[in-house]
């Protein structure tokens, strides 16, 4: 049996985590716990996820993966969480996050001097805590994976699962999902979107990256000190 974690937050995006889940399920021996600070209900994009684990009392995992989002930025300010993130990533086989997930590791000192994945509008704040950001769909630096923003879930869990069973496994778990994306337009990427559609995300996630900058520097300052 293979023991999963997936650390949960207020404000975590939903698929991060749902994605890697869903294909994670489809294998067997799997037993995957999504947990939270004191088996608080998370609400995240207006769902509610309940019935959790209790993080702070999970002993160990082999696999510790920490989804992103929005909400990351309060979670890698919680003392008790990065303390649990830390813990349960000391005995495990793998640790590994999705999406700004990454940010959560590196603030844990997880992912210092290592480089890695991340959403791509957040991926420079990695540096902040001595990582090392990394373009790449899915990064792996020994037994650390990161994948990048939101679907780079699914390309994530596949590899996970190619390491974990082998590719003929993670081959089925693919076909079991139907994963074959075609997506309709060449715009998943700050290099392949146009110019206006680039701005206008942009526009939309630049008070959000600011507040993000601002909050990890005086954190990356605070974890200097403790250092």
């Keep these: 049996m293979t023991h999963v974690v997936i650390p949960l937050y207020e404000g975590v995006t939903p698929l991060d985590f749902t994605g890697p889940y869903q294909l994670l399920r489809a294998l067997p021996e799997m037993d995957i716990e999504l ?17 959790l684990h209790d993080l702070e009392t999970i002993e160990a995992c082999d696999i510790l993966l920490v989804p992103g989002g929005l909400g990351c930025i309060a979670a890698l300010e919680t003392p008790s969480f990065l303390a649990a993130i830390r813990r349960l990533a000391e005995g495990a086989a793998y640790v590994t996050s999705v999406c700004t997930g990454s940010l959560i590791l590196a603030a844990a000192g997880l992912l210092t001097g290592r480089r890695a994945a991340s959403h791509w509008a957040f991926r420079g ?70 110019r206006p559609v680039m701005d206008a995300v942009n526009a939309r996630l630049s008070n959000a990256l600011a507040d993000a900058e601002r909050r990890i520097a005086i954190v990356a300052e605070q974890l200097r000190h403790v250092g």
């Excluded at 947990?35 to 019935?51: H, M, N, P, Q, S």
């Excluded at 496994?169 to 715009?187: H, I, R, S, V």
């Design 125 to 194: 704040l990695l540096a902040a805590f001595g990582a090392i950001p990394d373009a790449g769909r899915v990064v792996r630096e020994g037994n650390r994976i990161t994948g990048g923003g939101v679907t780079a879930g699914i390309d994530f869990a596949l590899s996970l699962i190619a390491e974990l069973r082998g590719e003929e496994a993670a081959q089925g778990a693919q076909l079991l999902l139907e994963y074959a994306p075609e997506p309709p337009f060449d715009a998943g990427a700050p290099e392949t979107a146009p």
């Design 35 to 51: 947990a939270a600070i004191d088996r608080k209900e998370v609400v995240a994009d207006g769902l509610t996820f309940g019935a």
